[in-house]
């Protein structure tokens, strides 16, 4: 049960992490839509942008993406979320051919098909590298986790040797 609990966790952190993404891109393009163009010589008319709310909400988004990412880096390799982000593209392109009512081209959509795929194949391997090292205690290879690298004592290095949960989405 508590394994089921920590996969769905984690398809919910990957699913936040897109749809964050997706929708706060989404927004601020929509607010800066409204504000219209910026100049580089008229620059303080940027301002005004952090009192529409179209961008304060986009904002928020990205804050909501920004925690979801953090938080799958703190269990999975950097190599295996950037990928599982890019799914965001999807979302993207969605909510811009819905929302903002854009013209998505069917080279763009199999752009997005094409890293879809991508994504498709990273997710299927492991999220967290093994690391090896020297067990001076037993004299042989150990594969140590981060808790058990961060931690210098001898017992709980012996405890990590012991195969560790992979944190897989598939």
């Keep these: 049960m ?3 609990r920590v996969k769905f966790k984690k398809i919910f952190i990957y699913l936040a992490i897109a749809c964050c993404n997706g929708t ?7 607010g800066m839509d409204n504000l219209g163009e910026i100049h580089l010589n008229h620059w303080t008319h940027i301002f005004n ?3 529409d709310p ?3 909400l986009g904002i928020l988004f990205l804050a909501g993406f ?23 593209y999807v979302v993207t392109a969605f909510l811009s051919r819905v929302f903002l009512h854009e013209t998505v081209s069917p080279w763009r959509w199999a752009g997005v098909l094409l890293i ?27 594969a140590l986790t981060k808790d058990a690298t961060l931690n210098k004592d001898a017992s709980h290095a012996k405890d990590a040797a012991l195969p560790k949960e992979q944190h897989e989405l598939a």
């Design 116 to 142: 879809t795929c991508g994504v498709g194949l990273v997710a299927r391997g492991p999220s967290l590298t093994e690391r090896r090292t020297k067990d001076t205690t037993l004299g042989k290879d150990a």
């Design 2 to 4: 508590a394994d089921i």
């Design 54 to 56: 179209w961008i304060i």
């Design 24 to 30: 706060g891109d989404v927004l601020l393009k929509r």
């Design 66 to 88: 920004f925690y979801s990412y953090l938080t799958a880096l703190s269990w999975a390799d950097l190599t295996f979320v950037l990928p599982a982000t890019a799914f965001g």
């Design 49 to 51: 942008a952090f009192i």
